[in-house]
C-alpha cells in the first residue's frame, strides 16, 4: 500500500516537471518569437477550445447518471444478467456518445461503480471510438459506404471477442477501475 | 450545440426534481474533472507537439512513398501515434484516395487513427492503470491491422 502511494506521488512529480518545463519553453518562444514554439502553443490552444466545449458537460451528465441512475438498473442491462442485451447497449450508447475516448473513459468508470460487467465496459470503450455515428457518415461520404460497412462488420465482433478475453483474464486479477 | 441543449435541460429537469441531488451530482461533476485534470494537461501537451510533428502535408508524404506492405504498417504508426478529430481525418482520407493510395493504406492510418491512443494514453492509464491500458491499445491496434487486411482484399489490392 505504501509503495503503491510512493509511486503516485513519482508520477505527480514527473507530471509537474513536464508541464514546468513545457510552459517554460511555450512563454520563451512567445518572448523571442520562435516560431516551432508559437506553433505548438498554438495547437495547444485550439485542441484546449475544442475539448472544454464537450468535457463540462459530459462531466455534468456523469454526474448526473450517478445520482439518477440505480444500480439494479445499470446491474440488470449492463451486467451479468443482461447478456447479449449489454454489449447491444455498449454499441448503441458508443455511437450516440459525444467525444469520443475521452469521454467514454470517465463514463466508463461511473459504469463500473454501478455494477456493469467489464466485458461490457471495453465494448463500450472500444466502440466510442469507431462507430460513432457523425463520424461514420463523414467516413462514408468520403471513402464510400462499402468501406464503412466492412470495417463495422469487422471490428465489432473483434472488439466483443477481445473484450470478453480481457475481462476472463481480469477476473482473476484484483483489477478495478477508478 | 445540441450537447450543451441535452446537457441543460436534463440539469434543470434534475434540479426541479431534487435539488440535493443535483448539487451532489455537480459535485461529483468537479470532483471527477479534478481527478483528471493532471492526465489531461499532460495529454494536452502530447497533443500540441503530436501536432506540430505530424501536419497534413507531412502524413500524406509519409504515406505516399515507399513499398505497399511497409506502407501499410507506417500507416498504421502514423495513426496510433497522432490525433484529429473525424471533420479533419476524412476530408484528409478523401485526399489521399484522389492521390492514388490505397484503400488498405487509408484505412489501416484512419482506423488506428481511432482506435488506437498513444496521446489518450496519460488519461486512460489514471482509469485502467498501466497494464490493462497497454493491452487494450495493442489489442486495437491488432484489430485495426485485421480490418485493414480485409479492406485491402475486399477492394482487390491484396492478391490471394
Known amino acids: 500500500m505504501k509503495k503503491q502511494s510512493e509511486k503516485k506521488s513519482n508520477n505527480k512529480y514527473i507530471y509537474l516537471i513536464i508541464i514546468i518545463i513545457y510552459f517554460a519553453f511555450i512563454i520563451y518562444s512567445y518572448i523571442f518569437n520562435i516560431p516551432s514554439g508559437i506553433e505548438i502553443g498554438e495547437n495547444l490552444i485550439s485542441f484546449l477550445a475544442y475539448m472544454i466545449k464537450i468535457l463540462p458537460c459530459a462531466f455534468i451528465l456523469i454526474g448526473l447518471f450517478e445520482v439518477?441512475?440505480?444500480?439494479?438498473?445499470?446491474?440488470?442491462?449492463?451486467?451479468?444478467?443482461?447478456?447479449?442485451?449489454?454489449?447491444?447497449?455498449?454499441?448503441?450508447?458508443?455511437?450516440?456518445?459525444?467525444?469520443?475516448?475521452?469521454v467514454a473513459l470517465p463514463v466508463s468508470s461511473v459504469l463500473y461503480k454501478k455494477g456493469a460487467r467489464l466485458s461490457v465496459i471495453f465494448t463500450f470503450?472500444?466502440?466510442?471510438?469507431?462507430?460513432r455515428i457523425p463520424m461514420t457518415v463523414f467516413e462514408a461520404s468520403f471513402l464510400g459506404i462499402e468501406f464503412t460497412v466492412i470495417r463495422w462488420l469487422v471490428s465489432i465482433p473483434l472488439i466483443i471477442i477481445s473484450s470478453l478475453f480481457l475481462e476472463k483474464y481480469l477476473e482473476k486479477q484484483n483489477f478495478s477501475i477508478k | 450545440m445540441w450537447f450543451f441543449v441535452v446537457t441543460g435541460v436534463l440539469l434543470l429537469l434534475s434540479f426541479l426534481l431534487d435539488r440535493a441531488k443535483?448539487?451532489?451530482?455537480?459535485?461529483?461533476?468537479?470532483?471527477?474533472?479534478?481527478?483528471?485534470?493532471?492526465?489531461?494537461?499532460?495529454?494536452?501537451?502530447?497533443?500540441?507537439?503530436?501536432?506540430?510533428?505530424?501536419?497534413?502535408e507531412k502524413i500524406i508524404q509519409y504515406l505516399?512513398?515507399?513499398?505497399?506492405?511497409?506502407?501499410?504498417?507506417?500507416?498504421?504508426?502514423?495513426?496510433?501515434?497522432?490525433?484529429m478529430p473525424g471533420?479533419?481525418?476524412?476530408?484528409?482520407?478523401?485526399?489521399?484516395?484522389?492521390?492514388?493510395?490505397?484503400?488498405?493504406?487509408?484505412?489501416?492510418?484512419?482506423?488506428?487513427?481511432m482506435m488506437v491512443g498513444t496521446v489518450t494514453f496519460?488519461?486512460?492509464?489514471?482509469?485502467?492503470?498501466?497494464?490493462?491500458?497497454?493491452?487494450?491499445?495493442?489489442?486495437?491496434?491488432?484489430?485495426?491491422?485485421?480490418?485493414?487486411?480485409?479492406?485491402?482484399?475486399y477492394f482487390g489490392e491484396i492478391v490471394l
Open chain 1, 68 to 102: 439518477w441512475v440505480s444500480r439494479e438498473k445499470v446491474e440488470k442491462h449492463l451486467g451479468h444478467e443482461g447478456g447479449i442485451r449489454g454489449y447491444i447497449w455498449a454499441i448503441v450508447l458508443a455511437g450516440t456518445m459525444a467525444g469520443g475516448l475521452l
Open chain 2, 87 to 113: 471533420f479533419v481525418a476524412f476530408p484528409l482520407a478523401g485526399i489521399l484516395r484522389s492521390s492514388g493510395i490505397s484503400y488498405m493504406i487509408i484505412a489501416s492510418f484512419t482506423t488506428t487513427l
Open chain 2, 64 to 83: 505516399d512513398s515507399g513499398y505497399h506492405t511497409v506502407n501499410v504498417i507506417l500507416a498504421a504508426l502514423v495513426g496510433s501515434v497522432t490525433i
Open chain 2, 122 to 153: 496519460p488519461v486512460e492509464l489514471t482509469y485502467f492503470g498501466k497494464k490493462v491500458a497497454l493491452i487494450r491499445n495493442i489489442i486495437s491496434f491488432i484489430i485495426a491491422i485485421i480490418v485493414a487486411l480485409l479492406i485491402g482484399i
Open chain 1, 125 to 131: 470503450v472500444s466502440a466510442s471510438a469507431i462507430v
Open chain 2, 22 to 56: 443535483t448539487r451532489k451530482a455537480l459535485l461529483i461533476a468537479y470532483k471527477r474533472i479534478l481527478v483528471i485534470s493532471p492526465s489531461f494537461v499532460i495529454m494536452l501537451i502530447f497533443v500540441s507537439i503530436i501536432l506540430f510533428l505530424f501536419p497534413q
